[in-house]
């Protein structure tokens, strides 16, 4: 079945550094991607989407490409701000109204 | 628009007793989905509904939790006992074909029962 695997956290890092969180997929057929972010007490936003391979996804200075030969959708931003520390989360939809969630990668920026 | 609403932000119980959760998704949005998350278990789908008819309850958990949805702009998620375990925050999200399957989330209700 369909399944979303993402990086362990947190993530620590300092403010203007460069930032990556990997996103691996399995899935059947032509998933559409996303990559959300929770801060602390409110609900998942969306923050990127991609819809077919080799689209870029982009917000906020965050980026993320679809990758189907190597099924990953990996969340890149290049200087970070305190601002971004949040929980972020990888998701794919198939055919169906479903979307499959990674577990979340808590990212923690210090100034 | 304003967005997925939930109420009430915040709710308190004792044990035993009944709690309802409420949710009025987007406007034009066709599908509802119920989810509750917990350090322990992560983000956890319960139900989801498309076209206000039921389409997947195996994430729910037990008997006690039982969710409606009478019309399209309104839903309700009810646990009857609840118990000091079901504590945790429970989002609604709405989503449509227009926004290819991308999810809207609500601000959800932190359940405390005690």
């Known amino acids: 079945g369909n399944s979303v695997t993402q990086m362990e956290g947190p993530v620590t890092l300092s403010e203007e550094a460069f930032l990556t969180i990997n996103c691996t997929y399995t899935?059947?057929?032509?998933?559409?991607l996303f990559w959300y972010v929770q801060y602390p007490g409110e609900g998942l936003q969306l923050l990127l989407k991609?819809?077919?391979?080799?689209d870029k996804g982009s917000n906020k200075g965050f980026e993320a490409t679809y990758r189907k030969e190597t099924t990953s959708f990996h969340l890149e931003k290049g200087s970070v701000q305190v601002s971004d520390s949040a929980v972020y989360f990888c998701?794919?939809?198939?055919?169906?109204?479903?979307?499959?969630f990674g577990t979340g990668t808590r990212l923690q920026v210090f100034p | 628009d304003a967005g997925v609403i939930q109420s009430p932000r915040h709710e308190v119980t004792e044990m035993g007793q009944e709690v309802t959760l409420r949710c009025k998704p987007i406007?034009?949005?066709?599908?509802l989905f119920w989810y509750r998350q917990t350090m322990m278990r992560g983000l956890e789908l319960l139900i989801y509904?498309?076209?206000?008819?039921?389409?997947?309850d195996s994430g729910m958990p037990e008997d006690r939790f039982s969710a409606k949805m009478p019309n399209a702009s309104f839903s309700t998620l009810k646990i009857q006992p609840s118990e000091p375990r079901d504590s945790a925050v429970y989002f609604c999200?709405?989503?449509?074909?227009?926004?290819?399957?991308?999810?809207?989330f609500g601000s959800g209700t932190r359940l405390t029962v005690v």
């Open positions: 509904f498309n076209n206000n008819v039921p389409i997947d």
């Open positions: 998701a794919l939809s198939g055919i169906t109204d479903k979307l499959i």
């Open positions: 406007s034009g949005h066709n599908s």
């Open positions: 899935a059947t057929g032509y998933p559409s």
């Open positions: 991609a819809t077919k391979a080799d």
């Open positions: 999200a709405s989503s449509s074909f227009r926004t290819n399957y991308g999810y809207t």
